[in-house]
């Protein structure tokens, strides 16, 4: 079956699976994604690259695609383990900063994780005046996509294209990490209400984060959850045992989280979620 984007379907198993691939191939060089959306999406896409974050934007007569590349290494992580763990309480905050504006729109008591706000902003001029210039030529939808870190990008990229007037057709992420706490969240979901589509392998502990350095754990989600595998078998954090302690709860003991989240990186995988979605289809 080709693959192809259905502008009338909404959390659509077909939609996800070029989506998946589309955030697949975020994580390729120009000289190899290039060809490759053209071949496998038949979309014309373009790599912006600025500082450490990356997207494509892929277009077509019919469709606007942007898709975000997720952390660097997949595979390890490492590179997000501050931004998940170590740092999440002090990134848990009111938006600052170039763009913190636009996020302070969300309302009262509405704070987002900083260091997902600082990533986008390194890449949204070159990104959001592309999108605005190929509306301009043709209107089309626009969808938002990306794997990990590139998931919760594409959620604040749905924000502030809406704060500039821009309609969101669809985001499809997946494996993303929460963006921020239940006030902000809310106002995603109802500024993007039905448009939003989270997919989650169940055993796939990325989802989960940020969370436990927090005294209170205040990350949260926006809906809507769309679940992939079985169902996960008691707490994700069951198998962290003794280190969930008062003294991990302050900051301490991480090291033990995160060799547990190592463990689990297989589930966090895009080639496991492309292998589910098409399971579906």
């Not at 494509?56 to 763990?85: C, Q």
């Not at 990990?148 to 969101?168: C, H, M, P």
Request: one cysteine or more.
């Amino acid at each position: 079956m080709a693959l192809e984007l259905r502008e009338d379907s909404f959390g659509d198993t077909q939609n996800a699976l070029f989506l998946a691939t589309a955030s697949n191939l975020a994580y390729e060089p120009a000289e190899v994604g290039g060809p490759a959306f053209r071949e496998q999406l038949g979309l014309e896409a373009t790599l912006y690259t600025a500082g450490n974050t990356e997207a494509y934007v892929g277009t077509n007569a019919e469709h606007i695609v942007v898709a975000f590349r997720g952390t660097e290494s997949p595979a390890t992580l490492d590179g997000l383990k501050d931004m998940l763990l170590n740092d999440a309480r002090n990134l848990l905050i009111i938006p600052s900063g170039r763009l913190g504006t636009d996020f302070i729109a969300a309302g009262v008591g509405a704070r987002m994780h900083q260091g997902f706000i600082n990533g986008l902003a390194e890449i949204w001029d070159s990104v959001s005046e592309r999108v605005s210039t190929e509306l301009k030529s043709s209107e089309r939808p626009l969808w938002l996509t990306g794997h990990s870190l590139g998931g919760a990008l594409a959620l604040l990229a749905g924000w502030l294209f809406l704060r500039r007037f821009i309609n969101v057709h669809q985001i499809y992420t997946f494996g993303a990490p929460m963006i921020g706490n239940k006030e902000a969240t809310a106002a995603f979901d109802r500024e993007l209400k039905g448009k939003i589509f989270r997919y989650v392998n169940t055993e796939d502990p990325v989802p989960q984060l940020p969370t436990l350095s927090l005294l209170a754990n205040e990350f949260c989600h926006c809906d809507k959850e769309m679940a992939l595998g079985g169902p996960c078998e008691g707490s994700y954090w069951a198998g962290v045992g003794g280190a969930l302690t008062d003294d991990l709860l302050k900051g301490q003991g991480l090291d033990v989280v995160w060799d547990f989240i190592r463990n689990r990186l297989g589930a966090h995988m895009l080639s496991k979620y492309l292998e589910s979605i098409r399971a579906k289809n």
